[in-house]
């Protein structure tokens, strides 16, 4: 599943050496975090709006697109931004863009509203259609995913040294499985693929979670493959795909193709399957029960 414009090295780097993008990148999604953290923190009930496709919207997610938007236009080289509090922006228009921010104020917004903590402040640089460099920030916890493909990607918790990510590998005759599952939309379809799994390997664990922390799970080691047979929009995905890949993870369509940005008009992906090991054969496991 590796792809001619993927460089899985993970260099060593020490916390002076990360990639100064990536740094600029981090503290400005924690900035957001604070912002989302105010209305968070506050006792009184989250006032909530519904936008024209019914997903909910709060006081959080403003604060967090306005401080990402200011921060990221004051940066040296100036990049077009699509945040999903942004106004519409024509395909006509951004398919002219070869590099630009994708962001996710606040990816997670019921899990926000609901406070269990599982949501994130996402931010992606995207060229080409692909995903090369990404930051998903937790307010609740202070973590950050960071990478960079070519780079590499490493979780900041606190004051600790930066932490390299490093998916693990698979071996189905001596390891259990662990499938992710979306905590809301999880399906029938998903239901199929863990239960012909399951017949795969000795022990299958299934991990439900919200918001892009689902990818994170797999860029750290801590799950293997994340079947998404629901609807995504691209700004939800795009900075965790970046880190996932960046370790050495990928992020594949249902006909194994490379999921990419900014190639139609809807900013809807695909239905795709998230794998931490890409030198799997995931395509022989999974492709039978993705064509059905």
């Not at 993008?21 to 209305?39: D, Y």
């Not at 012909?196 to 664990?205: G, I, M, P, R, S």
């Not at 370790?247 to 695909?270: H, I, K, M, S, W």
């Amino acid at each position: 599943m590796h792809h001619e414009d993927d460089i899985f090295t993970v260099p060593e780097k020490s916390e002076m050496e990360l990639p100064e993008q990536l740094r600029q990148m981090q503290q400005i999604a924690s900035s957001a975090g604070k912002e989302i953290l105010s209305v968070y923190e506050d006792r009184r009930p989250i006032d909530v709006t519904v936008k024209a496709d019914n997903s909910p919207r709060t006081e959080a997610d403003r604060r967090a697109h306005n401080v990402i938007v200011e921060q990221l236009a004051a940066l040296p080289e100036k990049y077009p931004i699509l945040s999903e509090e942004s106004d519409a922006v024509s395909f006509q228009q951004r398919s002219s863009w070869e590099t630009y921010w994708l962001v996710d104020p606040l990816d997670g917004t019921k899990e926000f509203i609901g406070r269990n903590g599982e949501f994130t402040v996402n931010i992606a640089l995207v060229e080409n259609g692909i995903a090369r460099a990404g930051v998903v920030h937790v307010p609740v916890s202070g973590d950050s995913f960071i990478g960079e493909l070519g780079q590499g990607a490493w979780k900041l918790a606190g004051d600790e040294p930066p932490q390299p990510l490093l998916p693990t590998s698979l071996d189905p005759k001596s390891q259990q499985l662990r499938i992710v599952a979306s905590r809301n939309h999880r399906g029938p379809d998903v239901d199929r693929i863990i239960m012909a799994l399951e017949q795969d390997f000795e022990a299958v664990e299934v991990v439900s979670m919200g918001s892009s922390l689902k990818f994170c799970l797999l860029a750290e080691g801590k799950a293997d493959v994340y079947p998404r047979l629901a609807p995504t929009s691209e700004w939800d995905t795009a900075a965790a795909h970046a880190v996932l890949r960046a370790a050495g993870g990928d992020v594949v369509t249902t006909q194994f193709v490379p999921l990419r940005y900014n190639q139609n008009a809807e900013l809807l992906n695909p239905h795709f399957i998230a794998v931490a090991d890409a030198s799997f054969d995931w395509r022989t496991r999974l492709a039978p029960m993705l064509t059905d």
